[in-house]
């Protein structure tokens, strides 16, 4: 669900020279990168709970700036699985550097845990232009949010650009998690018993009355 609404638009960039770079096999396999990769293997045996951790596990390698996992398909909820998924302070905040992360970027990784990099080198791209990307918006759309997603078979990175800043709609979604369901408010076996009560009383003082008829006729 995306929080800009009117007078906004995204623009994807690609890194694929980056990601598909045979010729820094170094850092494609150095030792953190395979600590990282055997932490989500290990942790993708554990089912799909394991997606919280593989973006909390994801988010700490950029931990100045804010994050928020969404899931793009679901229209009517800001956080994936209608959850509060923030990660760090003040999502939102202008002077923060702030990125969406979709839920298929997490699948693609609990499936093929190689991804890990790819999604890393990205999120890098966005954090390391972050300052010149709000530059792109101008005047008319001064706000700006990094997008990690993931379509056509790819992980993409790109800026969300919006006329309005997107902390007072998050603040709101949060607000909206919070309140508590209706369903959740009512007691729904106090009434039971309180209904079952007032249903005997009634049937005692139906059956009183007849039996004082009856004594009343004899």
């Not at 078979?153 to 508590?180: F, M, N, T």
Request: aromatic fraction near 10%; include cysteine.
């Amino acid at each position: 669900m995306a929080v800009g609404g009117i007078g906004s638009f995204s623009a994807l960039t690609s890194y694929s020279g980056v990601n598909s770079s045979k010729a820094n096999s170094e850092l494609e396999f150095d030792k953190i990168y395979q600590q990282k990769t055997d932490s989500v293997e290990i942790n993708s045996t554990a089912g799909n709970n394991d997606i919280m951790t593989i973006y909390e596990m994801l988010c700490s390698e950029f931990p100045e700036a804010n994050y928020i996992l969404e899931d793009r398909s679901d229209e009517g909820n800001l956080f994936f699985n209608n959850v509060d998924t923030r990660i760090g302070k003040d999502f939102g905040n202008p002077s923060k550097k702030n990125v969406f992360i979709d839920v298929g970027v997490i699948k693609k990784i609990q499936e093929d845990p190689s991804y890990y990099l790819e999604a890393k080198l990205d999120l890098q791209q966005i954090i390391e232009h972050y300052d010149e990307a709000r530059t792109h918006g101008g005047s008319d759309l001064p706000y700006t949010t990094g997008e990690l997603d993931y379509e056509n078979g790819r992980i993409q990175a790109g800026w969300r650009y919006d006329s309005k800043c997107c902390q007072e709609a998050v603040a709101k979604e949060v607000k909206k998690l919070e309140s508590p369901k209706l369903s959740d408010a009512i007691n729904y076996d106090y009434i039971k018993d309180k209904m079952d009560t007032m249903l005997d009383d009634f049937m005692d003082k139906v059956t009183e009355g007849i039996v004082g008829e009856d004594k009343e006729g004899k």
